[in-house]
């Protein structure tokens, strides 16, 4: 399917604005890993909740070397890759794929080198300590008992380091964790729970609960969008039918429930939501969307999710969400949201919303 020029012409814009505001924070601010802006503004003392993000900024280093050929880029994102290699060990959070999937797998992509491949490995390995027999899910960084749908978008990394290594041990790890997350958080119609809770003594799976959602069970967007994403991805992996379907389902979900620009709100069923938006959930739908076109055997199905993939870019390339026209705006997109309940980066731009932009922006680009 070709890509009309006028979006062609808005995505290689896109790359401009988003080279100029990523030097600009860089420059500014040498070696911090912002997450979210406050009124457009990268540097504030909001909280974190979680440290998650830290491989965003290396991760759209990386993009924007892919993009230019640049040494300038490919040497700022070694070394904002380097900055996060310790997170390698890190045991506290469930998002090592996040961390290390956008900045040492594109690191290993581009070069080969095996030293760079093991960062990559043990960070997988990490992440399969999480795994609770009872109940056979990777637990999510708020509690023993909690399984997040976020971690679909990091159990990649395991499915990696099994296959790379040859490990029986790994892989039924990340196997287990996905058909959990499929049968307690995916529901039948395509929507998702953010959260999932079990008795740490039996396993026995308790209900779904929510964070960053409307209710317990309401259909929170970005998690939804981790889902269509992580679920596709992992079919990458195995090529087990039933994560392809997963995934779809999500998708069509997605879609059906979705205003014609194609940006949701944090949650599908807020009544009357007070923001519209919700672009990071966008940006990781299109990424996930042109992913899926490839990995479905159905033609028909790979132009309808590639098509409203574009949609969805035509909408945040435009002049209300990427902030090329907002004077003192200093990221790339616009109303994002990352914790609505707390109060933290509501309608604002978001770390992983702009790596996720950007990713999809350079697929349309590029192809993949
Ligand atoms: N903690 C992952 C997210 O906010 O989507």
């Known amino acids: ?46 909280e974190a909740w979680t440290n998650w993000c830290e491989g965003f900024l ?32 890190d045991r506290t959070v469930h998002d090592l794929g996040f961390l290390f999937w956008s900045t040492w797998k594109r690191w290993y992509d581009l070069t080969g080198d095996p030293a760079i491949e093991q960062v990559v490995i043990d960070a997988g390995r990490t992440l399969s300590l999480r795994f609770k027999e009872r ?20 159990v990649g990394i395991i499915f990696y380091a099994a296959q790379r290594t040859n490990d029986p041990a790994l892989l039924r790890i990340a196997t287990e964790h996905c058909l959990t997350t499929r049968k307690r958080l995916v529901r039948g119609d395509g929507s998702t729970a953010h959260e999932g809770l079990f008795d740490l003594v039996t396993g026995e799976f308790i209900r779904q609960s929510t964070h960053q959602g409307w209710r ?25 039918a039933r994560y392809l379907q997963t995934a779809e389902l999500c998708a069509n979900f997605y879609i059906e429930h979705t205003p014609a620009h194609g940006v ?13 938006y919700e672009s990071s959930a966008a940006a990781i739908a299109a990424s996930g969307l042109l992913n899926l076109a490839r990995l479905t055997g159905d033609p028909a199905r790979s132009l309808h999710y ?40 509501v309608d604002e731009s978001v770390m992983w919303g702009e790596y996720f932009f950007l990713e999809a922006v350079g697929k349309v680009l590029h192809g993949g």
């Not at 290396?58 to 310790?86: D, F, P």
């Not at 109940?135 to 399984?147: K, N, Q």
């Not at 998690?223 to 087990?240: I, K, N, P, R």
Request: hydrophobic share 35%; proline share 5%; net charge negative.
């Open 135 to 154: 109940g056979r899910y990777l637990r999510s960084f708020v509690a023993d008992e909690s399984l997040f749908i976020d971690i679909m978008m990091n």
């Open 306 to 345: 590639r098509s409203y993939a574009l949609r969805i870019l035509e909408t945040l390339t435009g002049p209300e969400f990427l902030a090329i026209d907002t004077p003192g705006w200093e990221g790339i997109l616009k109303h994002g949201m990352y914790h609505q309940r707390k109060g933290l980066g």
């Open 58 to 89: 290396g991760g759209q280093l990386w993009l924007l070397h892919e993009h230019t050929g640049n040494a300038y880029w490919r040497e700022r994102a070694e070394h904002y890759s380097r900055l996060i290699e310790h997170r390698k060990t």
């Open 216 to 240: 317990d069970d309401s259909s929170w967007a970005r998690g939804l969008c981790w889902a269509l994403y992580g679920f596709g991805t992992v079919y990458g992996f195995t090529h087990d």
């Open 264 to 276: 949701p709100p944090n949650d599908w069923d807020e009544p009357d939501p007070a923001l519209p």
């Open 1 to 46: 399917m070709t890509v009309d020029a006028r979006l062609l012409a808005r995505c290689e814009l896109t790359y401009e604005f988003a080279a100029q505001q990523l030097r600009r924070l860089i420059e500014t601010h040498p070696d911090r890993f912002p997450m979210y802006t406050v009124q457009g503004k990268w540097m504030h003392e909001g």
